[in-house]
């Protein structure tokens, strides 16, 4: 169905049709060419009044009409309904502070029930439901309901990814629902300028377990030592009780704190070696209960089991027993490190001692796939590798010239180097190169691993920033091509036939 | 009147072409004029003046007071004293200055100009006294008669004042005639698009003037094409419109009374033994002045 922006511009096109029409109504004589002596027409001669009756009306006129409708009609702005209408989209802001309490209710919640509201309201038949940050996540509702909204919500503390939706396909309107905890939207809202606003939200007072950390002290008795982080994301001063305590129920730490809004506090512990998870909670509960406690396990701050093959050197048993994220493990422990001294497929670290080793040509450099253990510098004359060594199967950490000192095969690492030889055992880059290779294989650092859990800082914050609703009603919720270009070329197109024909007409000079 | 001061001007003409047509025009003329005493040249041409120019065998029929009596008697054969013709040394430039010289473009009016100046240069190279007149339906202006260099100077800014109305004036050879006189020459410079009997005026000219030179500029737009279909013309001269019916069939009759015009013009001239030169706007004034010249060249003595 056609319609048009604009329907009073039509009328205008009319009239300025039937202006053309006016205009055109008497036919007129062409204009005069001067000549230098008209007494050489005499022959050919009419009169004005005789020759009136041979001039044809300018048929011209009909085009020029034409154009001067269609002109008006594409400033009518004319658009084909289509019959899929383009829903409503609404945007959900779908942070964590939508699992607030406000009032004994749950933002989603709330949130919800004020957008299916709204949209009710509005007489918006359909809606599609977009997340704000989880791209692509959407709902499209007929008959958008409140709990099938609020089923729908599922807030994250992915950060809001603002997409650009003026260059989305055009919609039946935008809307935007947010609690406005996040105040990074604002800056998206000025872009979009949605047409509605639906807000929720009251509450402004959250104090959150931020983070929980731990680490094994470097000269202390064995266990760790660690703190647990205290925010005060609301606008007031908060009153907690901080308690922490391992899986077991043991408490590690109990104490009432005074937190400053925006501030962070930090409270050391230590906890026993055996401990294998701790929990930090505040109370009294808050708005957000969610971010009322935080969990850390310990697994991976502990030492490694590692088995070490019997037959390799001297050297390397001591450097690998001194290493403090190790720990030393029988032959038949499953789940341990192993480090394997002669050729053994199955041992994450194969260190070759089958010589003859010799003197290496060219200075060793590490390949840039190694990491961190291109930190470790190792000097041509410390250095000998083995006569076979040769380019095998896997990718080349250390080389030295066209010779492979140390690669890797898929998870395993493969050492051609004399490990035996004094002159590299006896200086400092050796255990750091034992070190770097076993952080590689066990993939994290074991000499000093600090463990943590935090949250972002930004999902902390509940209390709301108030934007202002724009109120704009909600545009035709139907699906209609525009057909305002189409229309200019159509005038355009018999601008050209008009000035075709009128070049045609034209005396040739 | 409304001038159009963009159709004319002088500022294109090179004096070194004025001066390249005089030695042609000494070439054309060389063994064909006398010398008079001092510095002025006469033409060759015998007449009613009073200087003598020869002596001719007495032939019967001729006027037997010619009869020089004295010298007859020292020679075997009566001879008659021949005088030269000084009436005929001056000579008027005319210069058709109606609306239909600057129309349908600019070109003839320039070329107008430019053979006017050219004329009055050769002439005054030659010794001859030469002036110049701008005619439409009456005299527009008047440059007298003189000799030499001031008069080339004074008819160089007299042709540079000049220009033709764009729309009012026609052009009447007969208008001339005041100005001229038995012993004064004059060369006509016009389009002679004229629906009246050009026979008649010419002999109200040849009646008043000595001898009489014409030289005509036709333009290819005399006769536009106006195309197929109701056309109307305006006359340039006398502003009256004319509707027709059909362009293309009006121009073919407008042509064919062009042709017929042309061809009366180049009869009549010829039985008054009138020197005619036909000039294109689009030739070169020097080539038309060269023709012209030509054409007017008496014969070999």
């Not at chain 1, 959407?138 to 503390?157: F, K, S």
């Not at chain 1, 005060?232 to 305590?245: F, I, Y």
């Not at chain 2, 010829?270 to 060249?297: G, K």
Request: charged share 25%; net charge neutral; hydrophobic share 45%.
């Amino acid at each position: 169905m056609l319609e048009f922006a604009y329907p009073a511009v039509l009328l205008g096109a009319a009239a300025a049709a039937g202006a053309v029409w006016w205009l055109y109504r008497r036919p007129e004589l062409p204009p005069a060419t001067g000549v230098a002596a008209a007494f050489l027409w005499h022959d050919a001669e009419r009169t004005d009044a005789e020759a009136s009756h041979l001039v044809r009306r300018d048929r011209r006129w009909v085009l020029r009409a034409a154009i001067a409708v269609a002109i008006g009609t594409a400033v009518a702005g004319p658009r084909w309904l289509t019959s899929s209408p383009s829903p409503m989209v609404v945007w959900i802001d779908d942070g964590p502070s939508l699992l607030a309490v406000d009032d004994g209710v749950v933002r989603a919640e709330s949130l919800a029930e004020r957008v299916a509201a709204k949209l009710r309201e509005a007489a918006v038949p359909e809606a599609e439901f977009r997340s704000l940050r989880q791209p692509g996540r959407h709902l499209r509702l007929d008959r958008p309901e409140a709990a099938a909204i609020r089923a729908w919500i599922a807030p994250t503390e992915s950060p809001p990814f603002l997409p650009l939706t003026g260059s989305a396909p055009a919609t039946g309107g935008i809307w935007l629902a947010t609690d406005g905890a996040d105040g990074r939207i604002a800056s998206w809202i000025e872009t979009v300028r949605p047409d509605r606003i639906v807000q929720t939200g009251s509450e402004t007072e959250n104090v959150a377990v931020s983070a929980v950390a731990v680490r094994r002290p470097w000269d202390g008795p064995p266990g760790f030592i660690g703190f647990v982080e205290i925010v005060n994301a609301g606008d007031g001063v908060a009153h907690r009780a901080v308690r922490l305590s391992e899986a077991s129920g043991a408490e590690i730490l109990n104490t009432e704190i005074v937190i400053e809004p925006g501030q962070t506090r930090r409270l050391s512990f230590q906890i026993e070696a055996d401990a294998t998870r701790i929990r930090a909670t505040v109370a009294p509960a808050d708005a957000l209960s969610r971010d009322d406690s935080l969990e850390l396990s310990l697994e991976a701050a502990r030492p490694i089991a590692t088995i070490v093959d019997a037959a390799c050197g001297e050297a390397v048993r001591a450097a690998l027993a001194a290493h403090p994220g190790l720990r030393m493990a029988d032959a038949g422990r499953s789940n341990a490190l192993r480090v394997a001294c002669h050729p053994d497929a199955t041992a994450d670290i194969e260190l070759h001692r089958d010589g003859p080793f010799e003197a290496v040509a060219d200075p060793p450099a590490w390949r840039a796939i190694a990491g961190a253990l291109r930190d470790v510098r190792l000097d041509r004359s410390w250095v000998r590798v083995g006569s076979t060594a040769r380019a095998l199967d896997g990718e080349p950490l250390l080389m030295a010239g066209d010779k492979t000192l140390i690669r890797a095969e898929g998870g395993r690492i493969v050492s051609d180097l004399d490990l035996d030889d004094r002159k590299l055992t006896r200086r400092p880059a050796f255990p750091a190169l034992l070190s770097g290779l076993l952080d590689r294989v066990a993939g994290r650092a074991l000499l000093d691993p600090l463990v943590r859990s935090e949250r972002a800082a930004d999902s902390l914050r509940i209390a709301p920033h108030t934007f202002t609703d724009p109120g704009r009603p909600a545009p035709i919720a139907s699906a209609a091509a525009p057909l305002t270009l189409p229309t200019l070329l159509a005038a355009l197109a018999l601008l050209g036939l008009d000035i075709a024909l009128g070049v045609r007409s034209r005396p040739r000079r | 009147m409304v001038r159009d001061s963009s159709a004319g001007g002088l500022t294109d003409l090179d004096l070194r072409d004025l001066t390249a047509l005089g030695r042609i025009a000494d070439l054309l003329f060389i063994g064909r004029e006398g010398r008079t005493p001092g510095a002025a040249r006469r033409r060759l041409r015998a007449g009613h003046g009073e200087e003598f120019l020869d002596h001719q065998s007495y032939s019967p029929g001729t006027d037997a007071r010619l009869l020089d009596w004295r010298a007859s008697a020292r020679l075997p054969d009566p001879v008659i004293r021949r005088r030269g013709d000084e009436g005929a040394s001056e000579w008027m430039v005319c210069l058709d200055n109606s609306a239909s010289m600057a129309a349908p473009g600019p070109r003839r009016w320039r070329l107008a100009l430019h053979l006017a100046t050219a004329f009055l240069h050769v002439l005054l190279r030659h010794g001859h006294t030469a002036g110049l007149l701008a005619y439409s339906d009456n005299v527009d202006a008047l440059c007298p008669p003189g000799r030499g260099e001031p008069q080339f100077r004074r008819g160089l800014a007299f042709l540079d004042r000049l220009a033709p109305p764009r729309a009012g004036a026609a052009s009447t050879l007969s208008a001339c005639a005041p100005h001229l006189r038995p012993r004064r020459s004059a060369i006509l410079i016009g389009d002679f698009l004229m629906d009246g009997d050009l026979a008649v005026e010419l002999d109200r000219l040849r009646a008043s003037s000595g001898e009489l030179q014409l030289v005509r500029i036709s333009d290819a737009e005399d006769v536009p094409d106006l195309g197929r279909g109701p056309a109307t013309i305006e006359d340039a001269e006398i502003g009256s419109r004319l509707s027709l019916s059909d362009g293309e069939t009006a121009r073919a009759v407008a042509r064919r009374r062009l042709d017929e015009l042309d061809a009366a013009l180049v009869t009549a001239c010829a039985q008054r033994r009138i020197p005619l030169t036909h000039c294109d706007s689009s030739m070169t004034w020097l080539a038309c002045a060269v023709s012209h010249l030509r054409a007017a060249s008496p014969p070999r003595a």
